[in-house]
């Protein structure tokens, strides 16, 4: 059974980092598909980060210059450096899995496997 649980939120002032974990089990790692999303209240899910099983990655806008996405496949871990957090940052970050393939971007629809969130609050 795939299981995704995501770690290291919490609350920074503006200017601040903080680095996101998503601990992977119940399949290869290595040959999925990972991506970060968020969530703020009274907002859709939006797409933030992805990475192929190879490790070509991709961004969003708002995370462009400022997140990385990283993966290590021996640790079954994923994770995402936040620096020069903005308080529109604020939301639930979640990481998200799918089979690898052509395609690794930010529909949610594409990912079948979800962790619960980790709670990012950025304040001014």
């Known amino acids: 059974q795939v299981q995704l649980v995501e770690s290291g939120g919490g609350s920074v002032q503006a200017g601040g980092s903080l680095r996101l974990s998503c601990a992977a089990s119940?399949?290869?790692?290595?040959?999925?598909?990972m991506a970060w999303f968020r969530q703020a209240p009274g907002k859709e899910r939006e797409g933030v980060a992805a990475i192929f099983s190879d490790g070509y990655k991709s961004y969003t806008d708002s995370a462009k210059g400022r997140f990385t996405i990283s993966r290590d496949n021996d640790k079954n871990t994923l994770y995402l450096q936040m620096n020069s957090l903005k308080p529109e940052d604020t939301s639930m970050y979640y990481c998200?899995?799918?089979?690898?393939?052509?395609?690794?971007?930010?529909?949610?629809?594409?990912?079948?496997?979800w962790g619960q969130g980790t709670q990012v609050t950025v304040s001014s």
């Open positions: 119940g399949y290869t790692h290595s040959s999925y598909c």
């Open positions: 998200a899995a799918r089979s690898d393939g052509p395609w690794c971007g930010f529909a949610e629809w594409g990912y079948p496997y």
